[in-house]
Structure formats: structure tokens, C-alpha cells
């Protein structure tokens, strides 16, 4: 199983990114993928998450109206797209899927950092 993770790097303050997360290695029926985010010595902490079958998202306060993140059920794929970025939105973004059924995340991919200058 693999989760590959692209489209980080450095964008001004109030710009855009959009990550991409391909998954591969198993099928998918019943999971849901998410983004999560990490700043050196901080704990990991949860952006956005979306069911894989029904396509129902939820959010992290601090992204809400910002982000939104979707997916390519044909194409194995997740996105985030993030408008309107913030200094503090500067960190390792991380692709994760797990089964829908449980609270956790069972496969984690390698991150791709996003910086956001002022």
C-alpha cells in the first residue's frame, strides 16, 4: 500500500495550493482518506478527512471556509485545495486513509511540505 502526497511548496499569504494524494496498493471500498498536518516538535493534527464511497467531508475549525478536499474515486486520488493561506498553515501535509468504520488512520504516506511566507 502506498500514499503518495505532491503539490506542496512555497506560496505569499493568501495564495493557493492544491495537494494531490494517489493511493495505490489495495482497493479502497469503504475507507475514507484525510489530511493531516505536522510543524517540527508539535503534535500531528487532523485538516480534512472524506469518505472514499459517500463523499461526506469534515473539517478542521481552523480550515473551514478555506480548504476543501474531494476525491477521484476512478482515479485513486485526493485533494486539497487551499485558498486564502495563512502564515500559521505552514507545515508537512500528510495523506492517510483508513477504514471508515474505525477512528483511526491505518496507512500513512510521506508528507509534502507547504510554506506560507508573509
Known amino acids: 500500500v502506498q500514499l503518495q502526497a505532491s503539490g506542496g511548496g512555497l506560496v505569499q499569504a493568501g495564495g493557493s495550493l492544491r495537494l494531490s494524494c494517489a493511493a495505490s496498493g489495495r482497493t479502497w471500498y469503504g475507507y475514507r482518506m484525510g489530511w493531516f498536518r505536522q510543524i517540527q516538535g508539535k503534535e500531528r493534527e487532523f485538516v480534512a478527512v472524506?469518505?472514499?464511497?459517500?463523499?461526506?467531508?469534515k473539517y478542521d475549525d481552523s480550515v473551514k471556509g478555506r480548504f476543501t478536499i474531494s476525491r477521484d474515486r476512478a482515479k485513486d486520488m485526493v485533494y486539497l485545495q487551499m485558498n486564502s493561506l495563512k502564515v500559521e498553515d505552514t507545515a508537512v501535509y500528510l495523506c492517510?486513509?483508513?477504514?471508515?468504520?474505525?477512528?483511526?488512520?491505518?496507512?500513512w504516506g510521506k508528507g509534502t511540505q507547504v510554506t506560507v511566507s508573509s
Open positions: 492517510a486513509a483508513g477504514e471508515s468504520r474505525r477512528t483511526d488512520m491505518t496507512y
Open positions: 472524506i469518505g472514499l464511497n459517500t463523499g461526506a467531508t
